[in-house]
């Protein structure tokens, strides 16, 4: 029996079992790497700007303390479920022990659609988020940081309302914080940046001219919005766009500058362009060369899979694709390359552990430093990850994942089992 269910922890626990099969885990020791070691549940009480009070259900799953605390995101998004935080803090764990971060994996998350509540409610929820939160993180224990439906200032936030509890001002308590709140220079890019460069490293790989090359992106927020341009400026063509209000398609390239103002603007993409809309559905099985997956999880699923007509998958959102198409992508592995979620999208948290090493210490570093710094570990992980696909002959996302797996094992087995 278990508190976590429904069809992402379901996924989560169903790429364990193919990891734990190839690395040949003992059964008796597979439940100890992946159940998750804390999960707090909170109801958030609020005022509503009409004078009735609202009450939200809030989540924070700790999946292993073993590499040092816990990190990752805080999701506010409808479909926010006790199982869902639970895959995603099991997936930061894989990410940050493949890039060798001193963390374990965590996320935290509210069931509300942030676009229903006014700003004041927002800053309430927020904070009352993290008030009931205290007890069960800190600097050294478990680190938060923004996920879909949260930003830079809900970080602030978090952060002042840590603060305010503790007389001081602990900058070091949440990562994705504005620069001018001890935030660092390329946290809010990092994740759309490291997307675009893995593309770039593979595209180059491949012999595949950037300038010509086409790219779809599914998913416009940060990560999206920042992978797109970038792509952008690198001389691919960004041939369709979407949103959760919506897709643009433009066969010559869409005007990806102007659209990301206007997303920043406007909230989405919605009213942008009526000749251009697409049905959403249609632009991941597009004729292109990278498709990049930066929204939801499951969104490329066998039938997917199948119909993908691109050359790579960058996943840029965490848990894009099922089990099952995952079994057609390791069949389809000479025509298309995929660059699994935990390496693709890990920019984000390698910046945010670049963004509490500056804060502990109180010494900022350019943000030349930063990008430099990123892409060297991205790199690292990258050539890490093709050398052991090519060498045990697997599945990139096999590669990673056991990669992953593996140092945390490594350390459980050297600290060994208290008491
Ligand atoms: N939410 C992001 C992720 O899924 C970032 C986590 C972090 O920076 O701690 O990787």
């Not at 959760?244 to 009213?271: F, N, W």
């Not at 251009?276 to 997917?304: F, H």
């Amino acid at each position: 029996m278990t508190v976590y269910s429904g069809p992402v922890f379901e996924m989560a626990v169903n790429q364990f079992g193919v990891i734990a099969d190839h690395l040949s885990i003992p059964v008796d020791e597979r439940a100890r790497l992946l159940m998750p070691k804390r999960a707090i549940t909170i109801s958030c009480p609020i005022h509503r700007d009409d004078g009735t009070t609202a009450v939200f259900e809030g989540y924070r799953v700790q999946h292993h303390l073993t590499l040092g605390p816990t990190k990752g995101g805080t999701r506010f998004a409808a479909s926010v479920d006790l199982g869902e935080v639970a895959a995603l803090a099991i997936w930061m764990s894989w990410k940050c022990a493949l890039v060798g971060l001193p963390y374990g994996g965590a996320k935290g998350g509210i069931g509300v659609d942030p676009s229903t509540l006014s700003k004041h409610e927002l800053e309430a929820l927020s904070r009352r988020y993290m008030q009931e939160m205290i007890p069960f993180v800190g600097p050294h224990t478990d680190v938060m940081a923004p996920d879909m439906g949260t930003n830079e200032q809900v970080m602030a936030w978090f952060m002042d309302t840590y603060s305010m509890y503790q007389g001081r001002t602990v900058t070091e308590i949440v990562t994705g914080k504005p620069v001018t709140a001890g935030g660092t220079l390329g946290r809010r890019e990092a994740t759309g940046r490291g997307v675009a460069y893995l593309t770039r490293r593979v595209l180059n790989d491949l012999q595949i001219a950037l300038n010509g090359a086409t790219a779809v992106v599914q998913g416009f927020g940060n990560v999206g919005s920042i992978a797109a341009l970038e792509l952008h400026n690198m001389g691919v063509k960004v041939i369709a766009v979407s949103d959760h209000t919506g897709a643009l398609h433009r066969a010559a390239g869409l005007d990806i500058p102007a659209l990301v103002e206007y997303a920043a603007l406007r909230g989405s993409l919605m009213g942008y362009s009526n000749e251009l809309a697409i049905d959403p559905q249609e632009i991941l099985m597009l004729a292109c060369d990278v498709v990049v997956p930066a929204a939801m999880e499951r969104v490329i699923d066998a039938k997917v899979a199948e119909k993908l007509r691109c050359r790579v998958v960058a996943e840029g959102a965490n848990g894009p694709t099922t089990p099952e198409a995952d079994l057609i992508l390791e069949k389809r592995q000479d025509e298309i390359f995929l660059i699994p979620d935990i390496l693709c999208n890990s920019g984000g948290v390698v910046v945010s552990y670049f963004e509490w090493v500056q804060d502990l210490q109180q010494l900022f570093w350019e943000e030349e430093e930063v990008m430099r710094r990123e892409y060297q570990i991205l790199d690292r992980a990258f050539d890490r990850m093709v050398a052991r696909a090519k060498r045990d002959k697997i599945f990139n996302r096999t590669a990673a994942m056991a990669m992953g797996v593996e140092r945390v094992r490594g350390a459980k087995d050297t600290r060994g089992l208290f008491p």
